[in-house]
């Protein structure tokens, strides 16, 4: 339903088609998971997706893939999309993140430098099922509380947390008027408020080092960890495979074409912002670039980091142009509404955060790599901090899930009915207990799709090479 739609409709008459959607849909329907006789070859499937990739970075991505089977997960959303398709949904659609895994939760700043907690990741991003996101969040907790040791009651009990606070917000959500959910948050002090009343002393030191620790990855920080000087001027420093400064990756006038392609790039993105924001970055001119290597699923794309320089040497700017393929979503949903996908990626970024980098843009190129492609730009770092679930314990680990399930839920209310979704989840558990049963169950396939690749590189049909 769109829009338009819910609005002409009481609030009661919303609530009534959520619990209508009980019907066919029991939430105890949503438990387990069980592959279709015709499930593709997952190894098939990442071969596919690499198809339109760097040949030079995808053995990169197996390898990360093959590290763990969280890393495989964090890698493998077009598997997951796939099998969501085949899944309990009761039509009620928001707009997705698409990838919602733990660590796609993170510190972010806001343009008011003030430091919230937020979805990070939006590759993916596409009107869909609310369910989706739900269920990869779930599965990502099982997946990463396996590999910490924790036992199956403490895997079970870190989920039931994390979805019975999406329930509760997305109620307190339905009651609220529209500009508040608009306006509501999960800041820096919510993160020590939660921890405050739930949490132990060491987890308190643990998230304050942390804060700490977001606040100094900004971009001055980047700017010294990532550039040098070369004859007085400043170069970014090479780091090949994962950074290859564009004077190291081409030849004369295949590499002055990049180059070009790259300056045009930014210089028409800037179209995409707000007038503010271009007119600041008109303010920097444009002294370096290079490819680099990002996360797990994403390895293979193209995508550049630009060095900027304003009133000196020491006024940086570094913007991140990455590559926006097709949603691995789109198959099953349908295609994105808008032509440019890094369009899409933006458009979804800003309707599900609630706010955003201040130089996020998009932008198409002709003719990299022999086609057009389309990207969206950001900053580098601006005070992010990631969790490290691998020192999480169950507690710890819990209380995250917790805070991933309320942001979650904001950002979902912002864009699909959620009085109908507040109804169809109502006030019991039989929603977190079948989302609990249903990650443990997709666990266990996630490890068969990792043993799967793994199995397909020691038969030498496809290639990992962390180097």
């Known amino acids: 339903m769109t829009g338009s739609r819910t609005a002409q409709l ?21 438990a387990g998971f069980a592959p279709r006789p015709d499930r593709a070859d997952p190894v098939a499937v990442l071969e596919e997706q690499s198809a339109s990739r760097l040949p030079d970075l995808v053995p990169v991505r197996y390898a990360r893939m093959l590290e763990s089977p969280f890393r495989f997960y ?26 919602a895994h733990l660590l796609n939760f993170r510190l972010l700043a806001s343009p008011e430098r003030h430091l919230m907690f937020d979805i990070n990741d939006f590759d993916e991003t596409l009107p869909g099922p609310w369910e989706w996101d ?18 199956d009651a403490q895997r079970s009990a870190v989920v039931r947390g994390a979805v019975r606070t999406y329930r509760e917000w997305m109620r ?29 002393s060491v987890m308190r030191k643990r998230a304050a080092l942390a804060l700490a620790k977001a606040r100094t990855r900004d971009h001055l920080h980047a700017f010294e960890k990532l550039t040098h000087m070369v004859k007085g001027e400043r170069r970014i420093t090479p780091d090949p495979p994962l950074i290859v400064p564009v004077d190291d990756l081409l030849p004369g006038m295949a590499r ?80 994105s509404r808008y032509e440019n996908q890094g369009e899409r990626v933006v458009s979804g970024q800003r309707l599900m955060q609630a706010t955003s980098d201040m130089m996020l843009g998009w932008e198409r190129v002709e003719g990299i790599d022999g086609r057009e492609r ?46 109908a979704l507040a ?17 443990e169950a997709y666990a266990d396939q996630n490890e068969d799709d990792f043993r799967a690749l793994g199995k397909a590189v020691r038969a030498g049909r496809v290639r990992a090479d962390p180097s």
């Not at 964090?74 to 990838?99: E, F, N, W």
């Open 374 to 419: 389309d990207f969206y730009v950001r900053q580098l770092h601006d005070w992010k901090g990631i969790a490290l679930p691998d020192t999480m314990r169950p507690r710890g680990m819990g209380l995250f899930g917790q805070v991933c399930g309320a942001t979650l839920a904001r950002a979902h209310a912002r864009s699909g009915d959620r009085i």
């Open 423 to 439: 109804a169809y989840l109502g006030r019991g558990d039989s929603f977190d207990r079948a989302v609990a049963d249903f990650a």
């Open 10 to 30: 009481t609030p009661q008459e919303r609530a009534a088609r959520g619990k209508a959607a009980r019907g066919p849909v029991p939430r105890s329907a949503q």
């Open 172 to 200: 307190r959500l339905a009651a609220m008027r529209h500009l508040d959910v608009w306006y509501t948050k999960v800041d820096a002090d919510d993160l020590f408020r939660l921890l405050g009343d739930r949490g132990e």
């Open 256 to 335: 002055d074409q990049l180059e070009e392609q790259i300056r045009g790039l930014i210089e028409r993105y800037a179209q995409s912002l707000p007038s503010d924001r271009r007119a600041l970055l008109e303010q920097f001119r444009l002294v370096d670039m290079a490819r680099k290597v990002v996360g797990v699923g994403s390895v293979g794309t193209r995508c550049w980091i630009i060095l900027m320089l304003g009133r000196d040497a020491q006024d940086p700017l570094l913007l991140q142009a990455k590559e926006a393929q097709p949603s691995a979503l789109a198959e099953y949903v349908g295609p």
């Open 134 to 151: 739900v269920k990869r969040l779930a599965a990502s907790l099982v997946i990463a509380g396996r590999n910490n040791g924790f036992a």
């Open 74 to 99: 964090r890698g493998a959303a077009a598997l997951m999309a796939g099998d969501l398709a085949g899944t309990p949904s009761t039509g009620i659609k928001v707009q997705l993140c698409g990838d």
